[in-house]
């Protein structure tokens, strides 16, 4: 009995600790974004003496904030839902339709994902360069469909062989087309697997820094990490405005990821069952 309560103790004792160390940089970005930059320093993992909002003031005129907003979020959401379009699309055709042409297909979406990047991102850049989209915001956009859909389509895949056949067979035979019985019926019912995705490659389209940085070389082309990026240089390290813009980046993500959490594990689980 004694072993069993020395071990929960333990336990419990470990998470603490183990969460208090992966929430400490939060906590130094957070509260260091309201310190003067000699403060962050002298002061790293205390609070700050005078809360300011000078740095959330500055970085905005210092890194044109505004735009680089803008294009973080233009990218983000057009790239989010073409995944969602595709992907959807392209998985309801591939669960549905048992040939061995979509088996082939199938498994060509599977390998796609262990493709490392830096294998692929110099025909990348070359292709999006003879499209003449480089510096534009549908070159990154298109870029992020590619890369992305694979992942997308193989959850969407394993979730729609969990839907029973017969209701969008009871849906044709009222005399739905295909297209209405995918968007009216089907649809709505991949919730879960569509709210993962959602969640998953809004992270990763909105924090990304090497694609921008490869595909944008433009000031007002720049994403926000890529803002952030020229806080730094060889003489300069302006880590109270990098703080305060990495608060007002990171906003967005907590909160959508807020809005969607009690779906991601549900739909990665429903997906990978029957995948």
Not at 125 to 142: K, M
Not at 204 to 230: C, E, K, Q, V
Not at 248 to 261: A, G, R, T
Request: with cysteine; charged share 10%; aromatic share 16%.
């Amino acid at each position: 009995m004694m072993s069993k309560v020395f071990m929960k103790s333990f336990i419990y004792l470990f998470l603490s600790v183990f969460t208090i160390f992966f929430l400490m940089p939060f906590h130094i970005t957070f509260f260091g974004s309201f310190k003067s930059f000699q403060e962050i320093f002298v002061n790293v993992f205390g609070l700050p003496q005078v809360w300011s909002y000078d740095n959330y003031v500055n970085v905005v005129d210092r890194i044109d904030f505004i735009t680089a907003f803008r294009n973080s979020f233009i990218i983000t959401i057009v790239s989010v839902v073409g995944v969602i379009l595709i992907s959807s699309m392209a998985a309801y055709r591939l669960a549905r339709v048992k040939t061995r042409s979509h088996r082939v297909l199938y498994f060509i979406f599977i390998s796609s994902m262990v493709v490392p990047f830096p294998a692929i991102m110099l025909p990348l850049v070359s292709t999006i360069s003879t499209l003449g989209l480089f510096n534009t915001h549908l070159g990154v956009i298109l870029s992020y469909l590619g890369l992305g859909t694979a992942f997308a389509t193989v959850l969407y895949v394993g979730f729609l062989k969990t839907i029973p056949i017969e209701i969008e067979e009871a849906a044709v035979m009222d005399g739905c087309s295909t297209p209405r019985v995918f968007f009216t019926i089907v649809m709505p019912m991949l919730k879960p697997t569509t709210a993962t995705i959602v969640v998953l490659n809004m992270i990763w389209f909105w924090n990304d820094f090497l694609l921008p940085a490869i595909l944008l070389t433009r000031g007002n082309m720049r994403t926000i990490p890529l803002a952030i990026s020229f806080l730094f240089d060889q003489f300069h390290s302006r880590w109270d405005l990098a703080m305060a813009a990495v608060v007002m980046c990171i906003i967005p993500v907590i909160i959508v990821f807020l809005l969607f959490q009690k779906y991601i594990v549900s739909g990665i689980a429903a997906g990978a069952v029957k995948g």
